[in-house]
T-cell receptor
Framework: KNQVEQSPQSLIILEGKNCTLQCNYTVSPFSNLRWYKQDTGRGPVSLTIMTFSENTKSNGRYTATLDADTKQSSLHITASQLSDSASYICVVSDNAGNMLTFGGGTRLMVKP | NAGVTQTPKFQVLKTGQSMTLQCAQDMNHNSMYWYRQDPGMGLRLIYYSASEGTTDKGEVPNGYNVSRLNKREFSLRLESAAPSQTSVYFC????????????FGAGTRLSVL
């Protein structure tokens, strides 16, 4: 069964600090991996998307890495802001783009 | 540009009641999706429509029906609601290329008593 596991489940950091969220997946066939940000009470919003040939992709203070050999991805947040408080969801897509496997998310809280 | 719009935002039903969740997108996307999100779990696909006129089951289709009314609209119907269907429901849409991201609506929070 396709699975996406994320760690940690929750994380509290101080404003201005960096953090790294982890994602391990067992999804086949693999097309691409996405990181979404979901604010409380809102739908997920895409942060990055990477195919198996891409190792790193950045979006402002967010940098995602992908190791297709070990089937691991990470999302690094630099100089955190209070607005980064949200759930971050790792999602792996099949070739057609219809069947996505979602991780359970990491709930990040940034405190002043 | 509203993106993906879901109605209603909140709904409370009694067991056995029926209702339809509405979803509309204004991005001219071919594919549309319905998911449910439960605490501690990832989003799970209920049904999807890869193009106008087609629908397919996802991971958890039991107890639901869908209608792709036209290219813009994709509705989800609960014929006889059960407490196990208490969840947050998200509609999403995607353009034609497989790599294209899915755009999500704000969600419908449903409670079945």
């Amino acid at each position: 069964k396709n699975q996406v596991e994320q760690s940690p489940q929750s994380l509290i950091i101080l404003e201005g600090k960096n953090c790294t969220l982890q994602c391990n997946y067992t999804v086949s066939p693999f097309s691409n991996l996405r990181w979404y940000k979901q604010d409380t009470g809102r739908g997920p919003v895409s942060l990055t998307i990477m195919t198996f040939s891409e190792n790193t992709k950045s979006n402002g203070r967010y940098t995602a890495t992908l190791d297709a050999d070990t089937k691991q991805s990470s999302l690094h947040i630099t100089a955190s802001q209070l607005s980064d408080s949200a759930s971050y969801i790792c999602v792996v897509s099949d070739n057609a783009g219809n069947m996505l496997t979602f991780g359970g998310g990491t709930r990040l809280m940034v405190k002043p | 540009n509203a993106g993906v719009t879901q109605t209603p935002k909140f709904q409370v039903l009694k067991t056995g009641q029926s209702m339809t969740l509405q979803c509309a997108q204004d991005m001219n996307h071919n594919s549309m999706y319905w998911y449910r999100q439960d605490p501690g779990m990832g989003l799970r696909l209920i049904y999807y429509s890869a193009s106008e006129g087609t629908t397919d089951k996802g991971e958890v289709p039991n107890g639901y029906n869908v209608s792709r009314l036209n290219k813009r609209e994709f509705s989800l119907r609960l014929e006889s609601a059960a407490p196990s269907q208490t969840s947050v429901y998200f509609c999403a849409s995607r353009g034609a290329v497989a790599k294209n991201i899915q755009y999500f609506g704000a969600g419908t929070r449903l409670s079945v008593l």
